[in-house]
C-alpha cells in the first residue's frame, strides 16, 4: 500500500499493462457508479481500448506505478471524444485509481502528465462526464481548469438505481 511519501512514476501505457489496468477498471465496475460498464472485462475483451490510446497522438494512455515495486496506481486517458469528423479535436478524458491509492496526489499526477502530452496536439477541447456524486473527481477537475457545463439527469442505471452525469470541459 502506497503511503502519503510514495514516488510515483507516469509513463505512456503498454501492453503488458493490461492485467493490471484491467483489474483496477474491473473494480469500478463491480462496486461503484463510477463507470456504467455492468460486466467486468477479460483482459482479452479490454485489449482494443489500450490498443486506441497509442504513445503519441490525441488518444493517450497515461500509467502510474509505484517508483520501488512498478504496482500499478491508476491511469488516466484522451479518448475520441465522438466519432464524427468535426470532433477531432476534442477528447474526453478520465483518471481511474486503484482502490488504495487515492488521496495520495496519483490522479493530479497523472493529469499533469497527460495534459503534458497532449500539449502539441491540434486539440481544442477536453471532456469529462462525472457520475454523481463524486465530489473528488469535481475537485480534481476543477483543479486543472474544467468547468461544469451542465448536468444530464438520471441518465444512466446501475445497482437498481439512476444516476445523473455532470460535464465538465476544458480549453486545450
Do not use: C
Not at 466519432?83 to 490522479?107: M, N
Amino acid at each position: 500500500m502506497p503511503s502519503e511519501r510514495t514516488e510515483v512514476q507516469v509513463r505512456p501505457g503498454v501492453d503488458s499493462d493490461l492485467v493490471a489496468l484491467t483489474d483496477i477498471y474491473n473494480h469500478y465496475v463491480r462496486e461503484t457508479s463510477i463507470t456504467f460498464d455492468t460486466a467486468v472485462f477479460t483482459p482479452e475483451e479490454r485489449r482494443p481500448w489500450l490498443l486506441s490510446h497509442p504513445e503519441d497522438g490525441p488518444h493517450r494512455l497515461m500509467v502510474a506505478t509505484h517508483a520501488d515495486t512498478q504496482e500499478i496506481l491508476g491511469y488516466a486517458t484522451s479518448s475520441l471524444y465522438r466519432a464524427k469528423p468535426a470532433y477531432s479535436t476534442s477528447v474526453e478524458v478520465t483518471v481511474y485509481l486503484a482502490p488504495h491509492a487515492g488521496g495520495r496526489g496519483v490522479g493530479t499526477m497523472l493529469y499533469k502528465a497527460l495534459f503534458e502530452a497532449l500539449s502539441g496536439e491540434d486539440l481544442h477541447r477536453a471532456y469529462a462526464g462525472i457520475a454523481q456524486p463524486n465530489e473528488a473527481s469535481a475537485r480534481l477537475h476543477e483543479r486543472f481548469g474544467f468547468r461544469h457545463v451542465g448536468t444530464y439527469r438520471e441518465v444512466g442505471r446501475k445497482f437498481g438505481r439512476y444516476w445523473d452525469v455532470a460535464w465538465y470541459e476544458k480549453d486545450l
